[in-house]
């Protein structure tokens, strides 16, 4: 029996050692896929705020962006954003925030999947920086700020002046399995 547990725990570091690697590339891979696939490339302006690369930026155009924020009803979470609305320039960089906790009383890890209405407005919303790309644990408890770093093309037709970003969170029933695993007291009183 002492050898499924070391098994276990030995499945368990490996799974987190891969998680953690994993997670530490997503950055330089999203940001290779961002210029290259998607050909979003961000430059510092001489002020040192970030632009997309190669567009000017309208001052004289505004739009609003509204942000929402739900659970899946199998998610036991709250979750929603610091503010609903916020004016922003297009080609500007802005950051936004969401607030997540979880109500369990275990560990609990969710997926979120955005969505950008009008649907015409998607290809003009890009985001750089997202919690949606990496799986979230929050545990027991655990109150979380995910920000979100997007800028609106300054491209965007004329006739969108309001673009809604929305996120619902759906629970990730495989790895929540696996964090209430390796938290459970038989593996912690089982370790050598």
């Not at 896929?33 to 155009?61: V, Y």
């Not at 297009?90 to 936004?96: E, L, Q, T």
């Not at 979880?102 to 290809?123: E, L, Q």
């Not at 037709?157 to 809604?164: K, L, R």
Request: charged content about 20%.
């Amino acid at each position: 029996m002492q050898t499924n547990v070391r098994k276990t725990l030995k499945n368990i570091a490996l799974i987190s050692v891969c998680s953690f690697v994993f997670a530490f590339s997503m950055v330089p891979l999203y940001n290779i896929a961002c210029e290259k696939i998607f050909g979003i490339k961000m430059e510092k302006g001489p002020t040192g705020e970030e632009t997309l690369a190669g567009t000017k930026i309208n001052k004289q155009r505004k739009v609003t962006v509204e942000f929402d924020g739900t659970v899946n009803s199998k998610l036991p979470w709250d979750f929603q954003p610091s503010q609903l609305t916020m004016e922003v320039i297009p080609g500007k960089m802005y950051d936004a925030h969401y607030v997540a906790k979880n109500k369990a009383t275990y560990a609990v890890v969710g997926n979120a999947a955005p969505s950008v209405a009008p649907i015409s407005a998607s290809s003009y919303f890009n985001k750089t920086e997202c919690f949606c790309f990496t799986e979230q644990l929050l545990q027991a408890g655990e109150q979380r700020d995910m920000p979100v770093r997007f800028v609106v093309n300054p491209n965007l037709p004329d006739d969108v002046h309001t673009i809604t970003l929305s996120y619902t969170f759906f629970i990730n029933d495989k790895a929540t399995a696996l964090a209430k695993a390796s938290s459970s007291p038989l593996t912690a009183r089982s370790a050598p």
